[in-house]
């Protein structure tokens, strides 16, 4: 698996082009293809922030899959994100990706959007780590032992 290379914003209006753009040596990518997986997401958010001080080459973000879209209805959209998220590191760490998704999934061996996906991704795009769904222990002490070992 390999995260494909493309060019995006986040909330915070900053143009990313991905994955050389992500900020740690690896990266947890927080995937989700509807509005109501946010609160899978959710489950994940506090190991995440744990484990950035842990280990201070990694980072999270969040990733909202959306079918391409046209640029007014991408601003609707992301202006509504925006409003719903004050915090100005979680609109740093979220990411709206709007593309087609079919060839998305593919790269990233992701076969249904009925769950959210998480990848860890190293600066050249290589998946080191995969998982679905909301938080359990097996996949903390998982994705924690794959940064002990790679960190």
């Known amino acids: 698996m390999v995260f ?5 914003e986040n909330l915070a209006h900053e143009k990313l082009d991905l994955p050389g753009d992500f900020e740690g040596d690896l990266n947890l990518c ?11 997401i959710n489950t994940w958010i506090p190991l995440a922030q744990q484990l950035e001080q842990a280990y201070p080459r990694f980072r999270y973000y969040e990733f ?3 079918q391409r879209l046209n640029r007014l209805y991408r601003g609707f959209i992301n202006q509504g994100m925006r409003a719903g998220i004050l915090d100005t590191t979680a609109r740093h760490k979220t ?14 061996d992701i076969p249904s959007e009925s769950d959210i996906h ?17 938080l359990t222990r097996e996949n903390a ?4 032992e794959q940064l002990k070992m790679l960190l």
């Open 95 to 108: 990411i709206t990706l709007y593309l087609e998704k079919d060839a998305f999934k593919q790269a990233l």
């Open 30 to 40: 927080l995937i989700a293809f509807e509005q109501w997986q946010q609160r899978l």
């Open 4 to 8: 494909p290379p493309l060019t995006s």
């Open 141 to 144: 002490l998982s994705l924690e």
């Open 118 to 134: 998480l990848r860890l991704v190293d600066r050249t795009g290589a998946v080191t780590w995969a998982a679905t769904g909301a």
């Open 64 to 66: 909202p899959v959306i």
